[in-house]
């Protein structure tokens, strides 16, 4: 078995837009043994990734890189990929004697890595994750990057949840810091006029550094700045159900971990560094300077511009409202055919009937299924769609998302893993506190803890749909 390294970046925000180019590592040594070198304020962060074997701390200073030096030494490393940029990070694994060396050409050190990737200054304008992920590409151009989840163990779920317990939903995080500089910092006034009157709807928790409180006198509102880790960060903010942030650390951990976010740009761009695809909503200065990536500016007229109410509302149209019920497919709605591929096996289980009341008591209907026949060539995909939009179109589904990966892939998607309740909820606005899971399985249950809804087991809780329906309108009226 083969030893591989790569060295971690050193910020928080790109630790975590590298994500996708060490799983897309991951997929070109699938059988070898995978260390990442991190700097300590970075080990948290890496200690639940599942694509790699082993985080070995990176120590600074001339007496910690030699001795660090020593260390890959005797691991033996046949490569290492170099996510960061410096000149040190070559030298180091030169030094190191690992045989092959692969990063981007640039920082003077071209002559150190036997698998140059060629650097323009273009290659700096796409998004971050695809800079990264360049690295691992050029080895296998099929290859492309998955969303840079992060999946704390829901132990560590629940004791966040815990500490947050007695909040009044919905939960509001705000990260008004970021370390780049003041040109990234929205106003703080503007931020605390946001949290007093969110106060009206739940509560506000304040993430960042000793130094970024926002001293406000409120009940609803608990002041976390310099008193978690970087574990209890992600966790805590992982049971939050919206954030609002600057571009920033704390931004990258919440589009990560799944919350609906607003992001506040303004010296910096959202092309580059913002939140991919479906985390939220930008909001940015329309002022012709912008961005001019300075951390310093006598003026900032960027942040400046941007008003209150804009944020307000963009918060009010991410809010949680809706409720939902989360089905498993296969043994819940119908019958388990083991690996469901033809019609002729599909058998519905008439109780389905009774889920319209559901529906009329403002309930949205989302199918979460597991179909890694897919990946196992068992299935055809399109047959899994078709089976899923029957629900859709003849039972009232709203939505029907499923899992197509293997189990060893270690996707975020495939339950218990929350990948496809967290996709509903940016579509949906769904309040997972208001929720349920039903399904016939262990997992049913394990993703009904993940995201901290009701799981009701058929089988064990209830007969059937039917018997589901009825607790759940015990629980509307209780």
């Excluded at 119908?334 to 469901?340: F, M, P, T």
Aim: hydrophobic share 40%; aromatic share 10%; net charge positive.
């Amino acid at each position: 078995m083969d030893n591989v390294l790569i060295r971690a970046v050193n910020w928080l925000g790109d630790a975590v837009m590298s994500l996708p180019a060490i799983r897309g590592i991951r997929k070109l040594h699938s059988d070898s043994n995978i260390s990442l070198l991190v700097k300590e304020k970075l080990y948290d962060l890496f200690k639940w990734e599942s694509s790699i074997n082993e985080v070995i701390i990176y120590k600074p200073r001339i007496a910690g890189k030699i001795k660090t030096i020593k260390e890959l030494r005797k691991k033996k490393f046949k490569r290492a990929y170099l996510l960061q940029n410096a000149f040190d990070a070559a030298l180091i694994s030169f030094l190191a004697g690992i045989p092959e060396r692969v990063g981007w050409s640039r920082d003077m050190r071209g002559l150190l890595l036997t698998h140059p990737v060629p650097y323009h200054g273009e290659d700096r304008k796409i998004h971050h994750i695809d800079y990264f992920f360049e690295i691992p590409k050029r080895f296998n151009p099929s290859l492309s990057p998955d969303y840079p989840w992060i999946n704390p163990p829901v132990e560590e779920r629940l004791r966040a949840r815990e500490k947050l317990k007695g909040l009044q939903r919905p939960i509001l995080a705000v990260a008004p810091g970021a370390k780049y500089g003041d040109t990234k910092k929205w106003e703080t006034h503007k931020f605390i006029e946001i949290v007093e009157r969110f106060t009206e709807k739940g509560s506000v928790v304040v993430f960042g550094n000793s130094a970024e409180g926002l001293q406000i006198e409120n009940s609803s509102v608990y002041d976390f700045t310099g008193k978690t880790s970087l574990s209890e960060l992600v966790c805590l903010l992982s049971e939050c159900d919206l954030l609002l942030c600057n571009d920033s650390g704390i931004m990258h951990l919440g589009y990560a971990t799944g919350v609906p976010l607003i992001a506040i740009f303004g010296s910096t761009s959202p092309e580059l560094t913002g939140p991919p695809r479906f985390a939220g909503k930008v909001i940015r200065s329309n002022i012709s300077c912008s961005p001019c990536f300075k951390n310093r500016c006598d003026y900032i007229k960027c942040m400046k511009s941007i008003d209150v109410e804009e944020v307000w509302n963009a918060l009010l149209e991410l809010f949680p409202s809706q409720r939902a019920v989360f089905f498993d497919r296969d043994g819940t709605l119908c019958k388990d055919a083991n690996y469901l591929r033809r019609w002729e096996d599909f058998e519905i289980f008439p109780e389905i009937e009774s889920l319209k009341e559901l529906k009329d008591s403002g309930f949205l209907l989302i199918g979460v299924t597991n179909q890694s026949g897919i990946r196992r060539s068992i299935i055809e995909e399109e047959f899994v769609r078709e089976v899923n939009r029957l629900f859709i179109d003849k039972y009232g589904f709203d939505d029907f998302l499923y899992c197509p990966h293997h189990p060893d892939e270690g996707c975020f998607c495939r339950k218990p893993n929350p990948g496809m309740p967290l996709i509903a909820r940016y579509k949906y606005n769904i309040d997972f506190k208001k929720s349920y899971v039903v399904g016939d399985k262990q997992t049913d249950f394990e993703l009904a803890r993940m995201i901290g809804a009701k799981g009701i087991i058929i089988g064990k809780d209830a007969k059937n749909l039917k018997e589901v329906v009825e607790i759940i309108k015990r629980d509307m009226n209780a």
